[in-house]
């Protein structure tokens, strides 16, 4: 007999519950309301939604829309998105993370004391990914991305450093980077750091670990979008070499059960639970065949 497990850890996190529990209640009112890109990284949780009335728009047709109800999502925007919006006569359901909100904050309140002089804002996060946009914008543009952390040799180690992350990026990574530049940094530059990785996404990790190495074959649930849903995958592989990464229950397929008796499924903060329960169903139904 085959033992299936959801984590019961995983799935959406605070903030994308609270997006789309608000794009829900909009809906049922029945009023039409637009998305500003993908409400979550999930393209089957965003069909669902898409049913229910849901339409997504990107930043170019928001410039030309007007008087009409459209969602922010978790991820946050830039200010010059607010302006538009605002200018658009745009009625705004700011699904914003908390989390992302204190964030920008800080970081506009770095850049704004830092104009005068040539500091460098440093935000470690994914190039062209929505919160990051968001973060960057806070700086008129002007922060400095790093993706990876081999990327912090590109800084000016004479010049004051100010460093940030994006909210779901690997604590170990940020850290890394932290040492790298507290190694190398001029005595004459000052540097400061600020934890914003979100614990919610933080504590999965050794919780994760924990969960691939006490099962013999692990499923893990993620949107091909998803950023979040690549750094806990990984984690998982690495304890567990018999991880996979799947975006959708049909691509679970029965020789990946052959000789397995303990099946474990977990996801990023953008897999719906209801994802997860089909591919557990789909296991079984594979198994009994």
């Given at each position: 007999?085959?033992?299936?497990?959801?984590?019961e850890?995983?799935?959406f996190c605070f903030?994308?519950?609270?997006?789309?529990?608000?794009?829900e209640?909009?809906?049922?009112k029945?009023?039409?309301l637009?998305?500003?890109?993908d409400?979550?990284h999930?393209?089957?949780?965003?069909?669902?939604?898409?049913?229910?009335?849901?339409?997504?728009?990107?930043?170019?047709e928001?410039?030309?829309?007007?008087?009409a109800?459209?969602?922010?999502?978790?991820?946050?925007?830039?200010?010059?998105?607010?302006?538009?919006?605002?200018?658009?006569?745009?009625?705004?359901i700011?699904?914003?993370?908390?989390v992302?909100?204190?964030?920008?904050k800080?970081?506009?309140?770095?850049y704004?004391?830092s104009?005068?002089t040539?500091?460098?804002?440093?935000i470690?996060?994914?190039n062209?990914?929505?919160?990051?946009?968001?973060l960057?914008?806070?700086?008129?543009?002007?922060?400095?991305?790093?993706?990876?952390?081999?990327?912090v040799?590109q800084?000016?180690?004479?010049?004051d450093?100010?460093?940030?992350s994006?909210?779901?990026?690997s604590?170990?990574?940020?850290?890394e980077?932290i040492?790298?530049?507290?190694k190398?940094?001029?005595?004459?530059?000052?540097?400061e750091?600020?934890?914003?990785?979100?614990?919610?996404?933080?504590?999965?990790?050794?919780?994760l670990q924990?969960?691939?190495k006490?099962?013999?074959?692990i499923?893990?649930?993620?949107?091909?979008?998803?950023?979040n849903?690549r750094i806990?995958?990984?984690?998982?592989?690495?304890v567990?070499?018999?991880?996979?990464?799947i975006?959708?229950?049909?691509?679970i397929?029965s020789e990946?059960l052959?000789?397995?008796?303990?099946?474990?499924?977990?996801?990023?903060?953008?897999?719906?639970?209801?994802?997860?329960?089909n591919c557990?169903?789909?296991i079984?139904?594979?198994?009994?065949?």
């Open positions: 007999m085959i033992h299936v497990e959801i984590d850890c995983s799935g903030g994308v519950t609270r997006a789309i529990k608000l794009a209640e909009e809906l049922a029945g009023t039409t637009y998305c500003l890109g409400i979550v999930n393209g089957l949780e965003c069909e669902r939604l898409e049913k229910l009335g849901l339409i997504t728009i990107n930043h170019e928001l410039a030309k829309l007007h008087n109800k459209v969602l922010f999502r978790a991820h946050g925007e830039p200010p010059e998105t607010y302006q538009i919006a605002k200018q658009n006569g745009i009625q705004l700011d699904a914003t993370c908390p992302v909100l204190q964030l920008q800080r970081i506009k309140s770095e704004d004391k104009v005068p040539d500091k460098q804002i440093v470690y996060g994914k062209g990914h929505a919160e990051v946009l968001g960057v914008g806070q700086t008129q543009g002007k922060a400095i991305v790093l993706e990876h952390p081999e990327e040799t800084l000016n180690f004479n010049k450093i100010r460093l940030y994006q909210t779901t990026k604590l170990e990574d940020y850290w980077i040492r790298y530049i507290e190398h940094i001029s005595p004459n530059a000052t540097f750091y600020h934890d914003t990785i979100c614990r919610q996404v933080a504590n999965r990790m050794p919780h924990k969960f691939a006490e099962h013999e074959l499923i893990f649930v993620s949107g091909k979008k998803s950023s849903g806990l995958f990984e984690e998982c592989h690495k567990n070499p018999n991880t996979y990464l975006s959708e229950p049909e691509e397929y990946l052959d000789g397995v008796q303990t099946v474990g499924i977990c996801g990023a903060t953008s897999t719906p639970t209801w994802l997860m329960e557990k169903r789909r079984l139904e594979l198994y009994h065949q």
